[in-house]
Nanobody, 124 residues
Framework: EVQLVESGGGLVQAGGSLRLSCAAS????????IGWFRQAPGKEREGVSC??????EYADSAKDRFLISSDNAWNTVYLQLNSLKVEDTAVYYC???????????????????WGKGTLVTVSS
C-alpha cells in the first residue's frame, strides 16, 4: 500500500510562500488521484487542491494562489502556496484515492490513504 509523508510546512508571514511536498513510498502516484487538504483548529477538514488524470482542481480559496504539481516520476506531489493569508493557517494533509474509485478528489471522504500532515502557520 502506498504511504505518504508531507513536509515543507512552517511559519511564514502573510504574503509569503511555502512549498509543501507529499512523498510517496510503496507505489508511485500515477495510478491515483492526489489531494491536498487542510484542517484548521475547530474546523472541518477541507479540500484545497487535487491532481488526477482529469487535471488539476482547486477550491475557491486556493484558486490563483496555490499550484499543485508532481515530479516526472510521480513520486512526489507538491503544493506551492503563494500570497499566504492568516486564514490559511492549518495542518495540511495529502491523500490519495485510486483512479476511478472516487467521485470528488476534493472530498475527504473519498480518499483512501492519508499522510500525517504538516503544519502551516501564517502570521500577520
Amino acid at each position: 500500500e502506498v504511504q505518504l509523508v508531507e513536509s515543507g510546512g512552517g511559519l511564514v508571514q502573510a504574503g509569503g510562500s511555502l512549498r509543501l511536498s507529499c512523498a510517496a513510498s510503496g507505489d508511485t502516484l500515477d495510478d491515483y488521484a492526489i489531494g491536498w487538504f487542510r484542517q484548521a483548529p475547530g474546523k472541518e477538514r477541507e479540500g484545497v487542491s487535487c491532481l488526477s488524470t482529469s487535471g488539476a482542481e482547486y477550491a475557491d480559496s486556493a484558486k490563483d494562489r496555490f499550484l499543485i504539481s508532481s515530479d516526472n516520476a510521480w513520486n512526489t506531489v507538491y503544493l506551492q502556496l503563494n500570497s499566504l493569508k492568516v486564514e490559511d493557517t492549518a495542518v495540511y494533509y495529502c491523500a490519495v484515492a485510486v483512479e476511478g474509485d472516487y467521485n470528488d478528489c476534493l472530498y475527504a471522504g473519498d480518499m483512501d490513504v492519508w499522510g500525517k500532515g504538516t503544519l502551516v502557520t501564517v502570521s500577520s
